[in-house]
């Protein structure tokens, strides 16, 4: 046969305790409702399960109180319920706290949703003079001096060979000659067609270098304010070639700064350590 199992009836809680815990229950939804209108439905939710938490835990407190203790005098039971209702009286206030400066905490900004003119300029400016995960032309030509500029690794035979090792000099050269060349087709200008893209690169004058550098920063400041100013039909048109100008800009100034670094002139405190 099998045993008979019974479950033990538990002591129902006595009416007064009842009583009391219907009103900090009722507290609880009525501190919600008062907070309502200036919460977010997230906070909303998280105030709803904070006060029903703390009513509910209090609650459950003066149960286990009375099962436990077996407390039925009149005056211990006015002892708990004194002492739990300031308790409750001191978790809405903390709450309540708590969810107004959440209330009044500004919420941060949204940003913009990307556009093709904001994704070109990201790109532009990547290359020219904002750090990302790579270095900017500016910062990879910056703190050199034209005899550093014009110095060509040796190639794998040991030999200096201008046609195939470029200094920085002459990769920064090439960029400016583009990029100059670039920006008069936007503006509908006559551009330079070299006989030889080797001219892009020999044609550079150690004595010039200064003035490269200042060239360089221009040219991409002004192909930055072509992109910003340029008609949504033009710049959609144009698209192409202004992703190619950053593309092209972001391989060369890798070379310069390989250069650079083959020559021990680079800090790799400025990046690409």
């Not at 006595?14 to 209108?37: C, H, I, M």
């Not at 149960?63 to 209702?85: I, K």
């Not at 060369?252 to 700064?257: D, E, K, N, V, W």
Request: aromatic fraction near 6%; glycine fraction near 6%; charge should be positive.
């Amino acid at each position: 046969m099998g045993t008979a199992f019974r479950t033990r009836r538990q002591p129902e809680l006595p009416g007064q305790v009842r009583s009391q815990t219907g009103v900090w229950e009722r507290g609880a939804r009525a501190l919600r409702f008062s907070l309502k209108p200036s919460l977010g439905n997230k906070k909303q939710a998280m105030v709803k399960g904070v006060s029903k938490s703390a009513a509910g835990s209090l609650r459950t407190t003066a149960v286990c109180l009375l099962r436990t203790q077996n407390v039925y005098d009149r005056r211990l039971l006015d002892h708990y319920a004194a002492l739990m209702r300031r308790l409750f009286i001191l978790v809405l206030f903390v709450m309540a706290s708590a969810t107004t400066l959440l209330a009044q905490t500004p919420a941060k900004p949204a940003l913009p949703p990307a556009t093709l003119r904001s994704i070109l300029l990201a790109q532009l400016h990547s290359t020219h003079d904002t750090a990302e995960w790579f270095t900017p032309a500016n910062t990879a030509v910056a703190g050199l001096t034209a005899e550093q500029a014009k110095w060509v690794p040796q190639n794998a035979k040991g030999k200096l060979d201008p046609n195939a090792n470029h200094s920085v000099g002459m990769l920064a050269y090439h960029l400016v000659f583009w990029n100059e060349n670039a920006l008069a087709g936007m503006r509908g200008e006559k551009r330079t067609n070299p006989e030889n893209n080797d001219e892009t690169f020999n044609n550079y004058d150690a004595a010039h270098w200064d003035d490269i550098v200042q060239r360089l920063d221009r040219a991409m400041k002004a192909l930055e304010s072509e992109v910003e100013k340029m008609p949504e039909d033009t710049l959609a048109r144009t698209a192409p070639t202004i992703s190619r100008i950053s593309t092209h800009n972001a391989y060369h100034t890798g070379q310069i700064l390989y250069v650079r670094k083959l020559q021990g002139s680079w800090n790799p405190a400025n990046g690409v350590k």
